[in-house]
């Protein structure tokens, strides 16, 4: 056995046989055969996939393995790590979609022939995907300077970059993502052929949310401020991802440059060697298999999701649809920039258009890599991906890009106050260190062209804060700030808290708009854990935003949205969160709480007409039992886990409103995987959380997708009555026997849950009876609301005037 074979956990073993953990356990204990761990730890140990997958067809217990699953379980088990597996799949992929024949005849002959063909291959896709052929170059226009190498427009650092040593991931074999190769990698150019040299000020080590840059050496030739002048001796060191996925500022820095110093940013992507290639052989010909059926950008796509969704602690993620309403905002743009791009969100969402490019930098290497891979993948846009601490080192010191687009770190201390106290880009005053946010406006705002916008995702403090009143103030007197949108509570991580928007512009010679935007979209918050109505919150922003752009101020929209004139704004505070400005919504008079007290009272009639009757003492009986699990393996019933988007755009039914008796109201970002639908009839149960809860889809609950931590039966109506399987589910008994418990979680196993078994004519007895309780307690429910209504409507009554005492 190799070793460095692809390797599986005791998880993974159960989902390739279809059994549970519990299984494997016995086939330790019971099998002499059974392969050893070859690492993990003692309670958790990890397998030779390979070895493992010879046992089981050996023994007859290898279920059949949709190829999603196999390709997940080689590259969660990769030797090298997830990130190392992701970059290999998709320069694959990437190679696969530009160059199909090159691939088939590398994939043609054996697994050591493939891995010394690809990086060859992979050259001839890379460069001219991710940077420049030699010689003069242009860029939107503009040409490189022949003398020095370096882009007019200071478009320049990419895979293009021209390194002496070895760049992103230049870190030992057995830890980094894409280390370099001794000879020169992806469209390393000879130091006698410095076209698209980036210049030395503010050019950034690796970029994003999560390990600390790998620094190049300097460029030499170009003379910069002395504080920004970069070091002379070589920096790299092994690099660890970190924890953030949107953030332009290392973690930590493994080779911080010299205070008042900057380094040159490095390239997002290195060819890998033959060597580093070949552990991941088997995981891209599985790759390659699954491109064949889905399309290579689906294939990443699947794959990077997969790996999100079961690391979600260790990335910051913007969410698909805020991305949308980020990139809307900012408008068509040909050239866009994201200084912290973890994994390509923000740019990802960005209209595609002739001859767009695409520039992103994160202070994560293996982040950066991945964003320029799944942006090449998206669109033919040309892609410049860096790796690098932004405000550090700055990778595009000379671009003006159409549109900005960031989600930076938040409250960061370490963001580079000292060594940057002289950085031209602080055109609007030099930020506190407790004010890193005001850094990222700044940085953007010196990226941007004249009239171009910037969209950045804030924390609601930094419209607040006393530190910042200053800087404030300049955006506004200067015209650079536009709008300030503020979002409703769970639009994006932290979820507890309201979230800003700011849409910035850079002054040209066009005159000051006397006025500013201000949004509130507060109130379409979601209830619990259901997220807020997006499509409210995008056409109420949008529409807002289109006209005041188109007039430069906004009629009032009372606790929405109005333009305020910047006078107002620039007092001792400058207080900029919208909520402070907005006139209140106009509460409920007397006339509309009147309405609301006679629907209170016809609810209430209804819920004394369906209170069930008194029950009449029977016996307990004694009723044949049979489990989900076996009608489901007796098809009697469907069973289908919830929590993939897929393509269509529609309401996503969650647990919480299953829970609480509500409309779908939930999102989910766009996936490849279908989306499972609901049905009328269709039972849909939570598995998180605890408590008894089934709920039967009607007719206008059908049709929306299932969310995450939903199970959805569809029973066959020949065999069994929906609401009678969905009331004997809510028992309290049946929930505990069928239910795990962690530290912090009940989890509910629904193959376990049991119901009798009965004929059809007493399965609908019982049905209509259950039914005629979830009407009950649908009623309750309503009046519920209607009695909150009105109590919270007489309060704002009494308390505003509108309401008399008497």
């Given at each position: ?19 549970g953990?519990?299984?494997?356990s ?15 730890s ?9 070895e ?98 370096v ?75 002395a ?19 949107t953030g ?49 950008r ?15 602690r ?58 320029a ?119 994006a991580?932290p ?13 040209d010679?066009?005159?000051v ?51 305020v ?74 069973m ?37 639908l ?59 026997q ?58 704002d ?10």
């Amino acid at each position: 056995m190799q070793d460095n074979a692809t390797e599986v956990t005791a998880a993974g073993i159960a989902r390739l046989a279809g059994v549970g953990r519990a299984a494997v356990s016995n086939w330790r204990r019971r099998h002499a055969d059974f392969p050893g761990p070859v690492g993990g730890s003692e309670t958790s140990p990890s397998f030779a996939l390979a070895e493992v997958e010879a046992w089981l067809r050996k023994h007859g217990k290898l279920a059949e393995v949709p190829l999603r699953e196999r390709v997940w379980q080689q590259l969660a088990g990769h030797p090298e790590g997830p990130l190392t597996a992701l970059v290999h799949t998709g320069c694959a992929l990437l190679l696969i979609s530009e160059r199909p024949t090159v691939w088939l005849d590398a994939s043609a002959g054996s697994d050591a022939r493939l891995a010394a063909m690809l990086p060859g291959a992979l050259e001839q896709v890379l460069t001219p995907r991710f940077g420049l052929a030699p010689g003069p170059a242009v860029h939107g226009g503009r040409s490189a300077d022949p003398a020095t190498g370096v882009n007019s427009a200071g478009r320049a650092q990419g895979v293009n970059h021209v390194p002496t040593t070895p760049a992103v991931n230049a870190a030992p074999a057995t830890t980094s993502v894409n280390p370099a190769p001794t000879p020169p990698a992806v469209n390393a150019e000879q130091p006698s052929r410095p076209v698209n040299v980036p210049p030395t000020v503010h050019t950034p080590p690796d970029a994003h949310s999560a390990p600390p840059a790998v620094h190049s050496n300097p460029v030499v030739g170009h003379s910069a401020p002395a504080v920004h002048t970069p070091p002379t001796t070589d920096h790299s060191a092994p690099v660890t991802p970190g924890p953030q996925a949107t953030g332009g500022a290392p973690a930590t820095h493994a080779a911080s440059a010299p205070p008042g110093t900057a380094t040159p940013g490095t390239p997002a992507l290195r060819t890998p060697t033959g060597p580093q290639l070949l552990p991941s052989v088997p995981l891209l010909r599985g790759a390659a298999e699954l491109a064949a059926e889905v399309g290579a950008r689906q294939t990443f796509e699947f794959l990077l999701g997969r790996h999100l969704d079961a690391n979600p602690r260790q990335y910051t993620l913007t969410p698909a649809v805020l991305a949308g309403l980020m990139a809307d905002l900012a408008g068509p743009a040909r050239s866009v920039l994201d200084p912290a791009c973890g994994t390509g969100a923000l740019l990802r969402a960005v209209d595609v258009r002739p001859g767009q490019e695409l520039y992103a930098q994160d202070s994560a290497p293996d982040l950066a890599a991945l964003t320029a891979l799944r942006l090449a993948l998206h669109s033919r846009a040309t892609v410049r991906g860096t790796a690098g601490d932004t405000l550090r080192a700055d990778a595009y010191p000379e671009l003006r890009a159409d549109a900005v687009l960031c989600h930076p770190p938040f409250n960061e201390r370490n963001w580079g106050h000292d060594e940057l106290a002289y950085d031209p880009r602080w055109e609007y005053g030099f930020p506190a260190r407790t004010e890193s946010e005001l850094a990222w406006v700044q940085h953007a705002l010196a990226r941007l062209t004249d009239g171009g916008t910037a969209v950045l995702l804030m924390p609601p403090a930094v419209a607040s804060r006393r530190s910042g009143r200053r800087i404030r103030a300049d955006l506004l007197r200067r015209g650079a700030l536009r709008a300030v949108v503020a979002l409703p509570v769970g639009a994006a991580p932290p979820y507890n808290i309201p979230l800003h928007l700011w849409v910035l512009r850079r002054p040209d010679r066009s005159p000051v708009t006397p006025e500013v935007l201000l949004v509130d979209t507060g109130r379409f918050a979601g209830e619990g854990r259901g997220g807020p109505d997006w499509g409210a919150v995008r056409d109420a922003v949008l529409d807002a935003w289109r006209v005041f752009a188109r007039v430069g101020r906004l009629d009032e929209r009372p606790g929405l949205a109005r333009s305020v004139a910047v006078i107002e704004l620039l007092d001792d505070d400058v207080d900029l969160a919208p909520a402070r400005h907005l006139p209140p919504a106009t509460a409920d008079g007397a006339e509309q709480l009147a309405a609301v007290r006679e629907r209170l009272g016809a609810t209430l009639r209804l819920t004394a007409d369906l209170t069930p009757p008194p029950a009449e003492p029977a016996p307990a009986a004694r009723w044949p039992l049979t489990t989900v699990g076996e009608l489901a393996r007796g098809s009697a019933l469907v069973m289908c886990a919830g929590g993939n988007g897929g393509h269509a755009r529609v309401p996503v039914l969650t647990d919480h409103d299953v829970l609480a008796g509500t409309a779908p109201s939930g999102t989910l970002p766009e996936s490849e995987e279908e989306a499972v639908l609901t049905e009328p009839g269709d039972v849909v149960v939570p598995v998180v959380g605890g408590g008894s809860v089934a709920r039967v889809i009607d007719e206008a609950s059908g049709g929306a997708v299932l969310g995450r931590n939903l199970v959805l039966l569809r029973p066959d109506r020949t065999a069994l009555d929906p609401w009678f399987l969905a009331g004997f589910l809510r028992g309290t008994a049946n929930n505990r026997q069928a239910s795990s418990y962690a530290s912090t979680a009940t989890r509910l196993d629904v193959r376990r849950l049991q119901l009798p078994r009965l004929p059809l004519e007493e399965q609908r007895r019982y049905g209509a009876r259950f039914r005629a309780l979830d009407e009950f307690e649908r009623a309750l429910r309503h009046a519920s609301r209607l009695g909150e209504h009105l109590v919270r409507g007489m309060y704002d009554g009494l308390t505003d005037g509108t309401v008399m005492p008497d």
